[in-house]
């Protein structure tokens, strides 16, 4: 089937530790991106990227860091600089064409404890 | 920039009973996009429609409506003879020059039996 995998679906962290979210599409889509999403405040850009080996900040970057070295991936990184990481983590992909729908995984609940 | 406002943040409707979610948007865009996603407890976004701004057409799709209006930059929601399963978190984005979509703070409806 095609779509886009997030793993692991619940993810435990505690205070000062990296973690890399997984995000895998098989829909040969160019563009990928990471939104964060807290009660109360929809969905919130991280980073998105394009093309492969490019990716740009999007509102809320600061504390994340993102590669994209395969067009299938777009893995996200939680650094122990971000303050306040506790939040459900959404990936979705998108053909090039503007103005197309973006498809979305299942997402990444991250707790830090 | 973009902005999406989704000024109702919880409805509580009867089974039957026809409900409608607001959407706001601003943008300087001339061409646009406007989305409604759905957000069952599952997490996973679902794309319901998409609308791109030289199309005023209002659109059925079974008892789902969408009344377009860009004299007052709306984008509303209406499911008629609402259903426990529509119970969930809706979503209104937009996007424009900039591919990325711009979401919403979400609707929680809730259709009660």
């Known amino acids: 089937d095609g779509g886009i995998t997030q793993s692991p679906k619940y993810l435990f962290r505690k205070e000062g530790q990296n973690v890399t979210l997984s995000c895998e599409q098989n829909?040969?889509?160019?563009?990928m991106y990471w939104y964060r999403q807290d009660p109360g405040q929809g969905l919130r850009l991280i980073y998105y990227s394009q093309i492969v080996n490019d990716f740009q900040k999007g509102d809320i970057a600061e504390g994340y860091s993102v590669s994209r070295e395969k067009k299938e991936s777009f893995p996200l990184t939680v650094t122990s600089a971000q303050k306040n990481p506790t939040a459900f983590y959404l990936c979705a992909s998108s053909p090039k064409s503007r103005g197309s729908e973006a498809f979305f995984g299942q997402g990444t609940r991250l707790t830090v404890v | 920039a973009q902005k999406v406002t989704q000024a109702q943040t919880e409805i509580s409707v009867v089974e039957k009973e026809d409900v409608t979610l607001d959407c706001v948007y601003e943008t300087r865009d001339t061409t646009y996009y406007l989305f409604w996603y759905k957000q069952p407890p599952s997490g996973e976004l679902v794309f319901l429609i998409r609308?791109?701004?030289?199309?005023?057409q209002n659109e059925i799709s079974g008892r789902y409506s969408w009344n377009f209006q860009k004299s007052t930059s709306s984008f509303n929601f209406t499911i008629t003879a609402s259903q426990v399963v529509d119970s969930a978190v809706y979503f209104c984005?937009?996007?424009?020059?900039?591919?990325?979509?711009?979401f919403g703070s979400g609707t929680q409806l809730t259709v009660l039996p």
């Open positions: 609308r791109n701004s030289f199309d005023e």
């Open positions: 984005a937009t996007s424009g020059s900039a591919r990325q979509l711009t």
């Open positions: 829909l040969n889509h160019d563009a």
